[in-house]
């Protein structure tokens, strides 16, 4: 059965600290891996991860994907209390160009940043 | 473009009344899904849809769910008789092919 697991589940940290988010999946096909934010309501796209070992960067987030040792970290440098949310990843299968359809998603992190 | 729409957003009904929730996927998108989001299992796939037809039902928990899709801007999910187990948050995405999905806002369902 397809697998994808965050850690940690909660994550308390002060305005300024830097934090890494963890991912690590077990899928028959996979194709890609995202990450997505949620504040109370729908989650958001941040990042869409295909190939090892190129991080990909907006603002003060970056991801990398590691496909050997399937896992992904989504990294916040200089947290605000903005970015309290939960962060989510997901894991799209798909075969050559073409996509399944289906994102298996973790349990999520649930990331508090106090003032 | 105004995004996925659902409705309604909050709904709370009896245990084994229907519950038909609703979704507008963004015009141009051909994929469609439902998702179940609750605290003890996160957000689950029930069923998704790729130009009105449905692909994968795995996860559409038992024969009370029912989701259609009659036309390419349009989706139904439908509970019948509700429970309270269904108590949930209920999304509706859509995509592209091959792209990301763009999740609506969600309906939170309470069956009492």
């Known amino acids: 059965e397809d697998k994808v697991v965050q850690s940690p589940l909660s994550l308390v940290v002060h305005e300024g600290d830097t934090v890494t988010l963890n991912c690590s999946y077990e899928?028959?096909?996979?194709?890609?891996l995202l990450w997505y934010k949620q504040e109370k309501k729908a989650p958001t796209f941040l990042f869409m991860l295909?190939?090892?070992?190129i991080e990909k960067k907006s603002g003060r987030l970056s991801s990398i994907l590691d496909k050997k040792e399937l896992f992904s970290i989504l990294n916040i440098t200089a947290t605000q209390t903005g970015d309290s949310a939960v962060y989510l990843c997901a894991v799209e299968e798909g075969a050559g160009g073409t996509s399944y359809g289906k994102l298996t998603f973790g349990q999520g992190t649930i990331l508090t940043v106090h003032p | 473009d105004a995004g996925v729409i659902q409705s309604p957003r909050h709904e709370v009904t009896e245990m084994g009344q229907e519950v038909t929730l609703r979704c507008k996927p963004i015009?141009?998108?051909?994929?469609l899904f439902w998702y179940r989001q609750t605290m003890m299992r996160g957000l689950e796939l029930l069923i998704y849809?790729?130009?009105?037809?449905?692909?994968?039902d795995s996860g559409m928990p038992e024969d009370r769910f029912s989701a259609k899709m009659p036309n390419a801007s349009f989706s139904t999910l439908k509970i019948q008789p509700s429970e309270p187990r269904d108590s949930a948050v209920y999304f509706c995405a859509s995509s592209r092919p091959v792209d990301i999905q763009y999740f609506g806002a969600g309906t939170r369902l309470s069956v009492l």
């Open positions: 015009s141009g998108h051909n994929s």
């Open positions: 899928v028959t096909n996979f194709r890609s």
């Open positions: 295909t190939s090892s070992g």
């Open positions: 849809f790729n130009n009105n037809v449905p692909i994968d």
